[in-house]
C-alpha cells in the first residue's frame, strides 16, 4: 500500500509563495508519473503539474511560469514551488503518484491540503 502525506498548504496573499511537499512510501523505480492536482467544489480535479519517473515534468496553461514541480529521490518527497500566486489557485491540492504497469499501474492519492489565496 502506497502512502502520500501532504503538506505545506495554508493561507496566503496574492503574489505570495507556498511550497506544498508530498512524502511517498514507494520505491521511484516502480513509479510512472506523479504530480499535483487541484479541485474546487463543484468542479472535477485539475492536473497542475507532473513529473515521470524519468524526471520529465510537464504543466497546466494556468500554472506554467509561477509553479515548479520537483522531487528529491534521497527524500522520496515531490515538491510544488507555487510563486505568484492568484484568488483562483486557491483549491484543494491533492498529491499523486501511478505505478508502472509491472506494478499494476495503480493511482494513489493524498489527504488533499487546502490553499488559500486572498486578494
Known amino acids: 500500500q502506497v502512502q502520500l502525506v501532504e503538506s505545506g498548504g495554508g493561507l496566503v496573499q496574492a503574489g505570495g509563495s507556498l511550497r506544498l511537499s508530498c512524502a511517498y512510501s514507494?520505491?521511484?523505480?516502480?513509479?510512472?508519473?506523479m504530480g499535483w492536482y487541484r479541485q474546487v467544489p463543484g468542479k472535477q480535479r485539475e492536473l497542475v503539474a507532473d513529473?515521470?519517473?524519468?524526471?520529465?515534468?510537464s504543466y497546466a496553461d494556468s500554472v506554467k511560469g509561477r509553479f515548479t514541480i520537483s522531487r528529491d529521490n534521497a527524500k522520496n518527497t515531490v515538491y510544488l514551488q507555487m510563486n505568484s500566486l492568484k484568488p483562483e489557485d486557491t483549491a484543494v491540492y491533492y498529491c499523486?503518484?501511478?505505478?508502472?504497469?509491472?506494478?499494476?499501474?495503480?493511482?494513489?492519492w493524498g489527504q488533499g491540503t487546502q490553499v488559500t489565496v486572498s486578494s
Open positions: 513529473i515521470s519517473g524519468g524526471g520529465s515534468t
Open positions: 514507494v520505491s521511484l523505480v516502480s513509479i510512472y508519473t
Open positions: 499523486m503518484v501511478r505505478l508502472t504497469p509491472r506494478y499494476g499501474s495503480r493511482t494513489y
